[in-house]
């Protein structure tokens, strides 16, 4: 079946420091990528999403690119803050459900 | 988000019994989805509905059931045959088409084995 890739599993950097999260999907047909963060103990919450007539969109601190020929998107994130610790997903659509990567425990350290 | 309710928050469950898990949501959204999440994983598919009176099985929907008689509702039952019930239930909603569309998440519901 179809899958995504999600690395690193979890990523420790400085606050005031950038993230980059990688996700790469498996179907070429794909055409939305949603970004998710999850704090412990709730529910996954969006914060950026790209189609695949896009290659790069932005919001504020939040990026995300997409490489359509190499089937690998990108979360960015500028200037870390404490609030940013939690887990990250990444997802693409295919056949109509959403394929889910596995996560990355993002860790701002003061 | 804050259009979908999951209830209860807390759910207990006996050897044997059947459980019903509640989803609702008033966003006017055709599609739903039955999630589950064990202790730092992530999300596993467990049923999905693109319409009233029709659902899918998700790649782990054994031991589970569902039904989607009204667009707003999507209760899920976790039967005596799920032999490892014990996780976070995560139910979501969103629009259909063939465009991909964003999901949005209820607060969820703990299952816990007596």
């Known amino acids: 079946g179809e899958n995504v890739e999600q690395h690193p599993s979890t990523l420790s950097v400085q606050e005031g420091d950038s993230a980059v999260i990688k996700c790469t999907y498996s179907?070429?047909?794909?055409?939305?990528f949603p970004w998710y963060k999850q704090e412990l103990g709730k529910r996954p919450q969006l914060i950026i999403d790209?189609?695949?007539n896009v290659g790069e969109k932005k919001d504020q601190r939040i990026a995300v690119t997409l490489n359509k020929t190499a089937k690998h998107f990108s979360l960015h994130i500028t200037e870390t803050q404490p609030e940013d610790s939690a887990v990250y997903f990444c997802?693409?659509?295919?056949?109509?459900?959403?394929?889910w990567g596995a996560g990355t425990k993002l860790i701002i350290k003061p | 988000d804050g259009g979908i309710t999951q209830s209860p928050k807390y759910l207990f469950r006996k050897e044997g019994q059947n459980v019903t898990l509640s989803c609702e949501q008033n966003?006017?959204?055709?599609?739903m989805y039955w999630y589950r999440q064990d202790p730092g994983q992530g999300l596993r598919l467990i049923y999905y509905?693109?319409?009233?009176?029709?659902?899918q099985k998700g790649d782990i929907a054994e031991g589970y059931s569902v039904s989607r008689e009204k667009k707003e509702s999507f209760p899920l039952t976790v039967t005596s045959a799920q032999k490892n019930p014990t996780a976070f239930y995560l139910c979501?909603?969103?629009?259909?088409?063939?465009?991909?569309?964003?999901?949005?998440f209820g607060p969820g519901t703990r299952l816990l084995v007596l």
């Open positions: 979501a909603s969103s629009g259909a088409g063939t465009s991909g569309r964003a999901q949005y």
């Open positions: 509905s693109q319409i009233v009176n029709d659902f």
């Open positions: 179907d070429s047909a794909s055409n939305y």
């Open positions: 997802a693409a659509i295919s056949n109509y459900q959403l394929i």
């Open positions: 790209i189609r695949s």
């Open positions: 966003l006017n959204h055709d599609a």
